[in-house]
C-alpha cells in the first residue's frame, strides 16, 4: 500500500467514526440513550471475550445481573482476580469465572476450550468481544498480523471449537447465540484474499477496517451453516458504536485530544457500548433468527460486500487453512 493509499485508508476510518458520532450526538438531543430492560437468564452460561475491560467488561457485568453464569475469557492475569470481586459485589452474582485466553495464541485458545470443557458445564452464549485497534504492525504468536489475526482469526477458531457445545446447549425453545463485535468501520473496509496479512505498505488503519470486515462476513456464513443443518445456534453481529474506552492509544491525536475534551458528549458509555452485545444475546424477539448486523439495539443493513455468500465462503476456507482445522461445513451449506 502507498503512503497516499494509506492515507486515504486513515481517511475513510475517521469519517466513519465522525459520522457515527454525530449520529450519537444527535441521538442524545433528541432524548438520550434510553436504557435496554432484558429479561432474566437463569441456567444460562455465557463466555466473553475481553472481559476484564471496556465493553467487554461491561457486558459481563449486564450478563451476570441477570443471572447469567458469565466466564471471562482474557489475556490479564493480573487484572482478572481485582475485576471478579468488583462484578461479584456490584451485581450479587458468585456464578463469574475468568480463565486466561490469548487470542494472538491459537495454543492459547485450545488450552482455553480443554479448560472451559473440563468444567462439564453448557454454553449458551459465546459473545466475540476482544480486539485490538489501530495498533503499530506486529505479528501475533502464529505469525498474523495482528489485527486479522487476533480480531478476527482467534474468533474464527475459538468459535469453531465451542460450536459442539453451543449446538447441545441449544434447544427449539430457546436457542445458544454467536455474538460477534464489529463496528462501523467495516463500511470502509477492503477485503484483499491476496494479501491478508498487509504485507505490503502496512496501514493500521485499511488492517483494522479489514478485520471488522472479515468478522461480519464470517458471522453471516457461520449463520448459513447453522441454519443449513437446522441447529439451534444464531449467529449476529452487535456494532457498539463509538464508546469511550482505552482502544484509542493509537489514533490520530487529534481523535485522541477530541476524546479527552468531549467523549464524555459524544461518545458512549461502555455500559451503552454493551447494549447491543447484550440485546443479541439475550432478547426473546431474537429468538431463533440470525444473520443480523444489530446496532443500537435494531437490526440495520451492513456493507452490500458483506451479503457476497462466494466471498463469505472463501475467506471461511482460507480461514479453516490457517486456523488449521477441517472446512468440514463447506459441503453442508452447497447440499
Not at 430457546?174 to 463500511?187: E, I, K, L, M, N
Not at 484474499?193 to 477496517?209: I, K, N, T
Not at 458504536?241 to 461518545?267: A, E, I, Q, S
Not at 457500548?273 to 444475546?281: F, Q
Request: proline content about 4%; aromatic content about 8%; overall charge positive.
Amino acid at each position: 500500500m502507498s503512503p497516499l493509499s494509506a492515507a486515504r485508508a486513515a481517511l475513510r476510518v475517521y469519517v466513519a467514526g465522525a459520522v457515527v458520532v454525530l449520529a450519537q450526538l444527535l441521538r442524545r438531543c433528541r432524548g438520550g440513550l434510553p436504557k435496554p430492560v432484558f429479561p432474566p437468564q437463569p441456567e444460562r452460561v455465557a463466555i466473553v471475550t475481553g472481559g476484564t475491560d471496556g465493553i467487554g467488561y461491561s457486558t459481563v457485568k449486564h450478563l451476570a445481573r441477570l443471572g447469567m453464569h458469565v466466564i471471562i475469557a482474557g489475556n490479564n492475569d493480573g487484572k482478572a482476580r481485582e475485576v471478579l470481586k468488583k462484578i461479584k459485589e456490584e451485581t450479587l452474582n458468585e456464578k463469574v469465572d475468568f480463565l486466561y485466553c490469548d487470542l494472538a495464541s491459537m495454543e492459547s485458545i485450545r488450552e482455553f476450550v480443554q479448560q472451559f470443557r473440563r468444567k462439564k458445564i453448557s454454553l449458551h452464549v459465546l459473545i466475540n468481544n476482544a480486539g485490538v485497534m489501530m495498533v503499530p504492525q506486529r505479528k501475533t504468536q502464529d505469525g498474523f498480523e495482528e489485527h486479522f489475526g487476533l480480531n478476527y482469526l482467534g474468533h474464527f477458531l475459538l468459535t469453531n471449537l465451542l460450536l459442539d457445545l453451543l449446538k447441545q446447549s441449544g434447544s427449539p425453545n430457546h436457542g445458544a447465540r454467536v455474538v460477534t463485535v464489529s463496528s462501523a468501520t467495516h463500511y470502509v473496509g477492503e477485503l484483499d484474499m491476496e494479501d491478508l496479512q498487509g504485507s505490503h505498505h502496512y496501514s493500521p488503519h485499511r488492517a483494522y477496517a479489514q478485520s471488522k470486515l472479515a468478522l461480519v462476513l464470517f458471522s453471516y456464513h457461520l449463520q448459513d451453516l447453522l441454519a443449513s443443518e437446522g441447529s439451534h445456534v444464531t449467529s449476529n453481529v452487535a456494532d457498539p458504536g463509538v464508546v469511550n474506552t482505552d482502544l484509542y492509544r493509537h489514533v490520530f491525536w487529534g481523535t485522541r485530544l477530541v476524546k479527552w475534551l468531549l467523549g464524555w458528549l459524544l461518545f458512549k458509555t461502555p455500559e451503552e457500548g454493551a447494549w447491543t452485545s447484550v440485546y443479541a444475546a439475550v432478547a426473546p424477539e431474537l429468538e431463533g433468527i440470525g444473520g443480523r448486523y444489530l446496532y443500537n439495539e435494531k437490526p440495520t443493513t451492513s456493507l452490500r460486500l458483506t451479503y457476497d455468500k462466494e466471498l463469505q465462503r472463501q475467506l471461511w476456507s482460507r480461514s479453516c487453512k490457517m486456523t488449521g482445522i477441517p472446512d468440514v461445513t463447506q459441503d453442508a451449506v452447497a447440499g
